[in-house]
């Protein structure tokens, strides 16, 4: 099978599906293909005119996602608005910054992560995949790994008594429960199945 | 490094494990040796049970497993009966009858699938991992895949209008969102950096 082409700029992204998909050759969109804007209203809706558009002008089988964080106490925001909720370009600190604000004045720090997988293969037919990290946001970030929210999310599925962020787990535990790779996992079983 | 040895004897986890855990090399306990009875208060702590037993018997590393299903509707229950729900030596099919009887009445489908695994090594030493899987009760179970609660089972983490049960999913699919999943790869994830 020729390498998935994978619709994202973010490089963060790119590394972690090439983790989370061992078995799967996965390649990077070349620079001259312009990916359109995020305008859906939803993380799927994103997801599929990002891997339409790449397919489209590639005639290749492309994947893309599309994700971010839900706060319970901001009746799920900021959603897919996550990588611009401090406005446009804002880097993941100030994101976080005012994520940790806005929960706190909520006073509701349940959180889930979610990620919505498209897949269209090169004859354009389309299949989505999405899922959820559950976990809790902490008021002081700490640890090195991941991106985005990481450094302050405290995710549900780890051990009892284990206090560890998600910039804090190694990439091989962080893809076991996240949302990302729980998402690419069930693309990679359909792949497996025969797309 | 030598074969891990999986503290139990249910077929159906066995089986899953080794398809989660593919990096692993995984064997039964040998049949002469006697597992403590399931007496704890939770999960975890029946886990560790089972595997600190065979570890002492053995003298080898182990793993355990022990697992269930959470109703929110039934502050949680069946939780650690979950395998003896509807009586000593209940059928899968039985327990799930009862379960969705009650769920029924409490007027709440909301469940959880909870898994924690426990890791002896050869020394004595443990660590513990527990992850959970999200999901509905659906009245009218289906699908002839997994076993317990899976053909009730409708998981959250799939893609958006998929509305097959845990039991209509493949065994990669299912061990993509897994709490045996998660849990199980987040120990294959302390292994490899060294246990």
Known sequence: MAPLIVAT???HKLRELREALRGVD???LPDEFVLPPEDGETFEANALGKAHA???A???AVMADDS???ARGLNGRPGIRSARFAGEGASDEENLLKLLDEVERAGDRRVA???AIAYVSEDGSEQTFEARCEGELIPQPRGEG???YD???LPDDTGPGDERTMAELSPAEKHAISHRGKAARMLAAHLEAGG
């Open 26 to 28: 996965l390649e990077p």
């Open 9 to 11: 700029r973010n490089e």
């Open 151 to 153: 450094p302050a999310f």
């Open 54 to 56: 790449a397919q489209e």
């Open 68 to 70: 971010g964080i839900a």
């Open 146 to 148: 991941g991106f985005g």
């Open 58 to 60: 590639t005639g290749r």
């Open 113 to 115: 992560y979610v990620c």
